[in-house]
């Protein structure tokens, strides 16, 4: 659907807002999630951090069933690939090209075909679902289902098949243009440090779904910008306020279902434990004038902020449900954006210029028209807009991106998260393994 900018910004005109200092709104403690046993999602709930259990082997390199037949042509193919794969910022140590070569050397045989099907098995399973291990993935929450849609089996199959192991290969690695472009950038430079770096991003391609959508919402944590992208452009482009490193932003995808319209703020336990309980039983005529309602007492306290300009939420919350109770939404606070540095939040994304993007995403979503839209805003009611299939959203985190033309970026690693991954690639190649994923847990305070 093609999108009249002039007319959404008309519709955005009749939208007042007065701004309001306020808190980051967050809902309860986030919740852990188990990591994706090779990309097939199954996660399991925790309420509270518990100290990490010891790896637990989830898969074992060797074919279950017997391995298929390899001619010496196709191993001798797969041998000239994994030999090259360092273009593609992985290590050709971590495929057992010297073993597979004296395997070739002895012939056709059981031994061969073990040794060729264990080599492409790892080799496609690092260029479809990622190379690195689960616990270097710090706070990472994706679910890819790129095993389903690929299974290791068909795709052996097709290798041996077509004797066309670059196209096999090629078929699992990431589409979107940056990968492609982060392979150039690798190719072209011969400086370690940021060979390092590429081959982090790379990675982290990999660990998302081959197929992100037709459209989807895509918020770059490091690079403070959220994106519209439609058929693989971007729509719209806007500014983002992130986590703080103490309370940092989770890489995760959910499913954004509608837009909220002056929204209703459900005060997190750990604010009204830290302040907010204070300030009603101290001064609740203060309490009330900031727009906290209340019932019960104690332990049982529970406090609601009104909408309304003052409302942490600002004039907009976008419906993702996920279990670590991050979301995107506006800010009475917007003179923020201004700043070059914006991880400042205690974990969710705020949005600049949220009326417009909430506008837009009625548009694409719900079928709204401009003015249709702007008029529940105008209006000051607690309203919400459901749309008509869900939108995927995905945040991520990468350190070197592009702005959607091609051209590279690098942004600084506001929470030390390519540390593990680089580090991790300096080991040898680990079987996918589970660990308990780290714990989201916000540190919240009002005015931070």
């Known amino acids: ?20 200092a306020a808190v980051d709104p967050r809902t309860e403690t986030p919740v ?8 097939t999602p199954a996660p399991a709930q925790q ?30 193919a797969l041998l000239f690939f994994i030999q090259g794969i360092g273009s593609r910022g992985l290590n050709p140590a971590d495929y057992g090209p010297d073993a597979l070569q004296a395997a070739i050397k002895a012939g056709e045989g059981q031994a061969l075909n073990d ?34 849609t690929f299974p290791t089996d068909d795709m052996l199959r097709k290798a041996l098949d077509s004797q066309d192991f670059e196209a096999v290969f090629s078929s699992v690695e990431p589409k979107h243009p940056d990968y492609a472009a982060l392979k150039n950038a690798l190719a072209a430079t011969k400086d370690t440090a940021r060979q390092q770096i590429i081959k982090t991003n790379m990675d982290r391609w990999r660990w998302l779904p081959h197929d992100l959508g037709k459209r989807y919402v895509y918020v770059n944590v490091p690079e403070y910008m959220v994106r519209v992208v439609g058929k693989g452009k ?26 909220i319209i002056h929204p209703t703020w459900t005060i997190p336990r750990s604010i009204i434990k830290e ?23 104690g332990k049982n306290l529970s406090v609601v902020q009104k909408f309304g300009p003052g409302n942490s939420l600002g004039m907009m919350k976008m419906d993702m449900p996920n279990p670590h109770a991050i979301f995107l939404h506006d800010t009475p ?24 993007f909430a506008i837009l995403m009625s548009i694409l979503q719900a079928g709204f028209d401009p003015h249709e839209a702007a008029t529940l805003f105008k209006r000051g009611l607690n309203d919400r807009i459901p ?62």
Not at 47 to 75: D, E, F, H, I, L
Not at 421 to 440: E, G, L, N, Y
Request: a positive charge; aromatic letters at 8%; one cysteine or more.
């Open 115 to 148: 040794m060729a099907t264990l080599a492409f098995t790892q080799l496609l399973v690092d260029l479809r679902d990622g190379r690195t291990p689960y616990s270097a993935r710090v706070q990472w929450f994706i679910r890819d289902p790129d095993a389903t």
């Open 387 to 448: 749309f008509n299939e869900p939108v995927q959203v995905f945040i991520n985190y990468f350190t070197m991106a592009s702005n959607g033309d091609g051209k590279l970026n690098s942004f600084a690693d506001i929470y030390g998260r390519d540390a593990p991954v680089i580090a991790s690639f300096a080991q040898p190649r680990q079987d996918k393994v589970v660990t308990p994923a780290a714990v989201v847990v916000p540190i919240e305070a009002p005015g931070a």
């Open 32 to 39: 852990n999630l188990l990591p994706p046993v090779l990309q």
């Open 333 to 356: 606070t917007r003179s923020l954006f201004e700043r070059p540095v914006r991880a400042l939040s205690h974990g969710c994304i705020r949005t600049d210029r949220a009326v417009e």
């Open 275 to 297: 302040s907010v309980g204070a300030l009603i039983a101290n001064n609740p005529a203060a309490a009330r004038a900031r727009g906290y309602t209340w019932t019960g007492s």
């Open 47 to 76: 309420t509270a951090p518990q100290a990490p259990a010891a790896n637990v082997q989830v898969a074992t390199p060797v074919p279950a069933k017997p391995a298929p037949y390899w001619s010496m042509g196709n191993a001798s």
């Open 1 to 20: 659907m093609a999108v009249k900018k002039a007319a959404i910004f008309s519709s955005m005109a009749l939208v007042l807002a007065a701004p309001a």
């Open 234 to 259: 971007n729509i719209a482009t806007y500014r983002a306020i992130v986590g703080a490193p103490k309370t940092a932003t989770p890489q995760l995808d959910a499913q954004a279902i509608g837009m």
